[in-house]
T-cell receptor, first 113, second 112 residues
Framework: GENVEQHPSTLSVQEGDSAVIKCTYSDSASNYFPWYKQELGKRPQLIIDIRSNVGEKKDQRIAVTLNKTAKHFSLHITETQPEDSAVYFCAASMEDTGNQFYFGTGTSLTVIP | NAGVTQTPKFRILKIGQSMTLQCTQDMNHNYMYWYRQDPGMGLKLIYYSVGAGITDKGEVPNGYNVSRSTTEDFPLRLELAAPSQTSVYFC???????????FGSGTQLSVL
C-alpha cells in the first residue's frame, strides 16, 4: 500500500512568520492530496487539497505545492496567527478500488504570539 | 444536514467486552471509512466501504468488524476488547473517494 511520511512532527513559529510542512508518498498512482487541520479535541477538517494534474494551489494564506516527479507535496502557511496552532495531517489517495486515504503522522504547529 | 454523526462520544470497556460504534451520514455519500487515531501516529484505516453491501479491510482490521446494509449507516463492531484498542475512533464519509472527507466527532474508547 501507499506510505506517506510527514515532517516535521512539531513546529514552532513566531506569529507572522511562515510555516512549511512537507510530505512524501511512495505510490506514483496517488493522485489526490488533501491537508487536514485538527484542533485539540476536535475532528479533522479539510483546509486545502490538490490533484496530480496541478502543481500549486492557493487559498488566502494557505498554499500547497506538488512535485509528482519527486513524489512530495508541501503545505505553506504565511503570516501565521495563533489560531493556526493545531495538528496538520497530509494524506494521499488514488483512484483504485476503495480510494483509501493514507495519512501522514501529523505535524503539531504552535504559533507563538 | 447533520453531516456525519457518531455515537457514543466516550466509552470505557472492560477487557473481553464487546461494543458497536455507530456512524450515520445524511449526505448520500457512497464511501465511508473507519479510522483510529493513536497519539503521534496519525490516522490508520480500519475498514472502508464503497457502497451498501460492500466492505473491505484497511491497514489495521484485526479485532474489528463492519457492515453496510444501507448507504447511511456504517457501524463498527469490536469483539473481545483488548487494551490495544484504546484509541480515538473517527468515522468519515466522502462522495467519490477522491473528494473531501467529512469526519464525525469521534469516539474516545478506553479498554481497561
Amino acid at each position: 500500500g501507499e506510505n506517506v511520511e510527514q515532517h516535521p512532527s512539531t513546529l514552532s513559529v513566531q506569529e507572522g512568520d511562515s510555516a512549511v510542512i512537507k510530505c512524501t508518498y511512495s505510490d506514483s498512482a496517488s493522485n489526490y492530496f488533501p491537508w487536514y487541520k485538527q484542533e485539540l479535541g476536535k475532528r479533522p477538517q479539510l483546509i486545502i487539497d490538490i490533484r496530480s494534474n496541478v502543481g500549486e494551489k492557493k487559498d488566502q494564506r494557505i498554499a500547497v505545492t506538488l512535485n509528482k516527479t519527486a513524489k512530495h507535496f508541501s503545505l505553506h502557511i504565511t503570516e501565521t496567527q495563533p489560531e493556526d496552532s493545531a495538528v496538520y495531517f497530509c494524506a494521499a489517495s488514488m483512484e483504485d478500488t476503495g480510494n483509501q486515504f493514507y495519512f501522514g503522522t501529523g505535524t503539531s504547529l504552535t504559533v507563538i504570539p | 444536514n447533520a453531516g456525519v454523526t457518531q455515537t457514543p462520544k466516550f466509552r470505557i470497556l472492560k477487557i473481553g467486552q464487546s461494543m458497536t460504534l455507530q456512524c450515520t451520514q445524511d449526505m448520500n455519500h457512497n464511501y465511508m471509512y473507519w479510522y483510529r487515531q493513536d497519539p503521534g501516529m496519525g490516522l490508520k484505516l480500519i475498514y472502508y466501504s464503497v457502497g451498501a453491501g460492500i466492505t473491505d479491510k484497511g491497514e489495521v482490521p484485526n479485532g474489528y468488524n463492519v457492515s453496510r446494509s444501507t448507504t447511511e449507516d456504517f457501524p463498527l463492531r469490536l469483539e473481545l476488547a483488548a487494551p490495544s484498542q484504546t484509541s480515538v475512533y473517527f468515522c468519515a464519509s466522502s462522495y467519490s473517494g477522491l473528494e473531501k472527507l467529512f469526519f464525525g466527532s469521534g469516539t474516545q474508547l478506553s479498554v481497561l
